[in-house]
């Protein structure tokens, strides 16, 4: 048996990984301090420099959309399945197009600081329960993916040292989780814009490199590098063509479906992804940094595809599968294989630094959240001072970063992509209806507000929870029980629907809003009135 630590990495790549990883700490640490609001405004807290250029605007959006998962992950399942992986990726990049011609610009124009803000304009009237209903949503997705991050951090530390043992699980986590509360509780969004971008520029930096590296292999012949990953995957020609993982039956089909649904939809939903479009100052620099954003995803993407591709040609499926069934360790195989324990070293330290960036961006919009919608507007009904604010949001982030701690420490052997799918799902289920309904029916009300909040989040996770995530299969949360009714593991294409439909039959339900506020808000998400 190949224990994982000889193959990956020896010691010394170990001691390089850490050595550049506490680098890149140090760095934005420091710089983050730095860069940290100096006045006690929640608007600089919340959004940072609002007159960045288009470029770092769009590294920033890129840094917190892109996880480890598309690192490691996404490549792994190319690596694995082939044709199916490449689709995957794909959803990944349609999901920015959709945050590009459906809600940057309209939700830019008429939000604040957080997504409440914009639905408070919306729904004046009842604007503490929908503010706190979406305070609620907000916080179960960025718990639900920080936790992803911080157990995927322990995944990570597998590939050098093998199964870590309680007391290096519990450190690993404490690390990278006070490491990410420091990012988010003292440098606000101006340090977590930092971490952002620069995390942006090492991962496409890195993935360029060793892409180059992989098709310099083959000549730069794509024909080439396509049949090498054929022969390596030990399946024929069946390893190009579609049905290799999601393709045993109508069943897995749908669950695809369910899946491609989730991520495309839920992406675009992602509360630090929107609060990011909040953050330029000018509609047109907004445009131009989500075209960047776009731009920049995509290329991540077709490295990954390219790596992933490589990782089975130069590697082979069944060494990578051997080691990781998930495939996780593909890439860092590939890099062991190209360039040794040096680049092996430098994609890893890459990961951790993926890992804590996207963290940060969790921990500061679920601080916002819990400061400005649920303590500002809810509990002090809009009365809170700035300064009392601020602190509040300072405590808020030190609250979410050791919940998720504690949450990653007992989710141990939780695989971590159901995390982020769930995750993803109640975005998508939750969240984006609202939105929609929001900034482009007219006919929305408070009620049908808080039907498709509570209704999209309920019924993402009571699917999940009768689904074969957690009961009836070997690869299970509860192997031995059966209670699964629900057939899918992602349950996007039931709860997706449902949320829009909750939404509109409370609508149609409720007392109908006065004709005034959705015109003055229209015009408002049309033009950009009054924005500062």
């Not at 710089?31 to 470029?55: C, H, K, V, W």
């Not at 180059?212 to 190009?240: C, E, H, Q």
Request: charged fraction near 10%; aromatic fraction near 8%.
């Amino acid at each position: 048996m190949v224990t994982v630590s000889a193959s990956v990495a020896d010691a010394f790549g170990l001691r390089l990984t850490f050595v550049l990883f506490l680098s890149v700490v140090v760095v934005t640490l420091f710089t983050a301090l730095l860069t940290a609001p100096q006045r006690d405004e929640i608007g600089e807290f919340y959004l940072g420099n609002r007159d960045m250029s288009p470029l770092r605007n769009g590294l920033a959006m890129c840094g917190d959309y892109l996880s480890a998962a598309t690192l490691l992950g996404s490549t792994g399942l190319v690596a694995l399945t082939g044709y199916d992986g490449l689709l995957y990726l794909c959803g990944t990049v349609v999901a920015w197009m959709m945050v590009l011609l459906l809600v940057a610009e309209p939700l830019r124009n008429s939000g604040r600081f957080t997504l409440g803000d914009t639905l408070a304009r919306r729904l004046p009237g009842r604007q503490r329960p929908v503010r706190l209903a979406l305070a609620v949503c907000t916080l179960t997705v960025c718990a639900l993916y920080l936790v992803a991050q911080l157990v995927g951090s322990i995944a990570l530390l597998t590939q050098f040292v093998g199964e870590p043992g309680p007391t290096t699980r519990t450190m690993t986590v404490i690390i990278i989780g006070s490491i990410v509360t420091i990012y988010a509780a003292i440098g606000g969004m101006p340090g977590a814009t930092f971490i952002q971008v620069v995390k942006a520029v090492m991962l496409v930096a890195g993935v360029t490199l060793v892409a180059v590296m992989v098709l310099n292999r083959f000549d730069w012949n794509v024909d080439a590098l396509l049949s090498s990953a054929t022969a390596g995957s030990g399946l024929g020609d069946a390893y190009l063509e579609p049905g290799l993982r999601y393709g045993a039956g109508p069943i897995s089909k749908l669950d695809f479906l369910s899946l491609q649904l989730a991520i495309v939809l839920g992406l675009a939903a992602l509360p630090h992804v929107m609060m990011r479009l909040l953050a330029p100052r000018r509609t047109r620099v907004l445009r131009t940094s989500v075209v960047w954003a776009v731009g920049l995803v995509g290329f991540v993407c077709l490295m990954a595809a390219v790596l992933g591709l490589g990782a089975t040609a130069v590697v082979g499926r069944e060494t990578i599968e051997g080691i990781d069934h998930k495939g996780d360790a593909a890439v860092l195989l590939l890099a062991g294989e190209l360039g040794g324990e040096v680049l092996t070293a430098i994609v890893s330290a890459l990961a951790f630094v993926t890992l804590l960036a996207v963290a940060a961006g969790l921990t500061l919009a679920a601080a916002s959240s819990l400061a400005h919608d649920l303590y500002g507007e809810v509990v002090r009904k809009g009365k809170a001072k700035e300064t009392e604010e601020l602190g509040v949001a300072r405590i808020a982030a030190l609250f979410m970063g050791v919940l998720g701690m504690l949450f990653a420490l007992l989710a141990w052997g939780t695989n971590t992509a159901t995390l982020a799918f769930l995750a993803f799902a109640i975005a998508a289920s939750a969240i984006l209806p609202t939105i929609v309904y929001s900034l482009f029916w007219r006919g929305f009300t408070a009620r049908g507000a808080l039907l498709s909040l509570y209704g999209g989040l309920l019924a993402s996770v009571l699917l999940v929870l009768f689904s074969p995530v957690v009961s009836s299969t070997p690869n299970s949360i509860y192997p031995d029980a059966d209670f699964a009714w629900f057939p899918l593991q992602n349950p996007g294409i039931v709860s997706i629907p449902a949320g829009f439909l909750l939404g509109w039959l409370g609508s149609l339900l409720g007392p109908p809003q006065e004709e005034t506020v959705y015109e003055d808000f229209e015009v408002r998400a049309l033009i950009g009135a009054d924005q500062r």
